[in-house]
């Protein structure tokens, strides 16, 4: 049986080695230690989100406020990217897996989801080229991890337990 991990690599076109470049640096010291440039993307990112043409699209976020899915994001993002556990500390592990499961994570969603961040990315003048690249690698490659997960979970009817998450775990800060 295919791993996630293998499917979300052949799904997404990244090897989990360049996904996780992000763990043989620490871009949240490089970014400057401060928060500032991980509150930018998400702004960036749930703007372009909340106000996609495509309602379907618009849909799977309806549930959730703006603000908290910002907060939720950056939190995430700081902690995974090597600073501070912000995230774990008001909402616990991130369980990625269990916690997209209400929702359609699909390849199509998964696409749509990525050219927002792309295009987050692209615009958020505070991170530096090198970060965008490796955090572009793992954001596509989360995606397809998310995808797998979520479509292997649909057909056990069981959640992630026992299904190693690295796409979650909380990096400390260095």
């Not at 615009?123 to 690249?133: N, Q």
Request: glycine share 8%.
């Amino acid at each position: 049986m295919q791993s996630l991990q293998d499917k979300a690599s052949e799904w997404s076109g990244v090897a989990a080695a360049d996904a996780f470049a992000i763990d043989g640096c620490n871009i949240f010291e490089s970014l400057g230690g401060t928060p500032q440039p991980f509150v930018d993307l998400s702004t960036n990112f749930y703007t372009r989100v909340y106000e996609d043409e495509e309602e379907w699209f618009r849909e799977i976020f309806a549930g959730s406020k703006k603000e908290d899915a910002i907060q939720n994001q950056y939190e995430f993002l700081i902690q995974r990217m090597g600073g501070p556990p912000l995230f774990s500390e008001r909402r616990g592990h991130p369980a990625l897996i269990g916690r997209h499961r209400a929702f359609p994570v699909t390849h199509r969603a998964a696409e749509r989801w990525l050219h927002h961040m792309q295009q987050a990315l692209d615009t958020t003048e505070s991170i530096d080229a090198d970060s965008k690249a490796k955090m572009t690698n793992f954001f596509r490659h989360t995606a397809y991890f998310l995808v797998a997960g979520l479509e292997t979970t649909r057909q056990h009817s069981h959640g992630c337990r026992g299904t190693a998450c690295k796409h979650g775990a909380s990096k400390p800060a260095e």
